[in-house]
């Protein structure tokens, strides 16, 4: 397979990689489908600790994306790495202790953005998803509310990347 350019590439990163970020991780692919940019695009997830290398996600996670038609079943967990810098020039943060961690690994030259996800959607009412590994079933549900409307957001922007409307 042709590898997708990093400036195409984009990954998100929670603290384990169970819950939120491959939560994002399929909701992103599902909504890129439908504007049908998938295929143009490089997408993964990543967690910044390595306790759950090679497990699928939480199953409160996999039910909650499945309810709303997402499947995560296939995903396994991984941990982020320095070489994620090289691979994708859009690396998306769940909260901000996943953004310190990731800024103290980035290299001093990368040419891309690392930020935090949900500021890709202007109007959200938060700035960070919460992690719902501790709480309850809701939890699951307000991670994919927000997710849905920054992965709205990113698909927009990445868009006009992509394919530029016709005369711009
Ligand atoms: P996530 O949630 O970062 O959204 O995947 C968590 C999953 C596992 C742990 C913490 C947060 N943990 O401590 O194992």
Redesign the pocket.
């Known amino acids: 397979m042709i590898p997708v350019p990093p400036e195409r590439s984009v990954l998100f990163v929670?603290?384990?990689?169970?819950?939120?970020?491959?939560?994002a991780e399929a909701v992103f692919r599902a909504t890129a489908q439908r504007a049908g940019i998938l295929t143009a695009l490089g997408v993964d997830s990543a967690?910044?600790?390595d306790?759950?290398v090679g497990q699928p996600?939480?199953r409160r996670?996999i039910a909650a994306g499945h309810r709303r038609g997402y499947d995560l079943t296939r995903l396994r967990g991984r941990q982020v790495t320095a070489d994620d810098f090289d691979r994708f020039h859009w690396i998306f943060a769940?909260d901000q202790a996943?953004l310190r961690a990731l800024e103290a690994l980035r290299p001093a030259t990368y040419p891309g953005h690392l930020g935090l996800f949900l500021t890709m959607a202007p109007g959200a009412a938060l700035r960070e998803?919460p992690?719902?590994?501790?709480g309850g079933a809701d939890g699951f549900d307000h991670?994919l509310d927000l997710i849905e409307e920054a992965s709205e957001a990113l698909v927009a922007k990445l868009r006009t990347r992509i394919s530029p409307p016709a005369g711009g």
């Open positions: 929670c603290l384990g990689n169970i819950c939120r970020s491959p939560t967690g910044i600790g306790w759950h996600p939480d996670a769940m996943n998803v992690d719902p590994y501790y991670v």
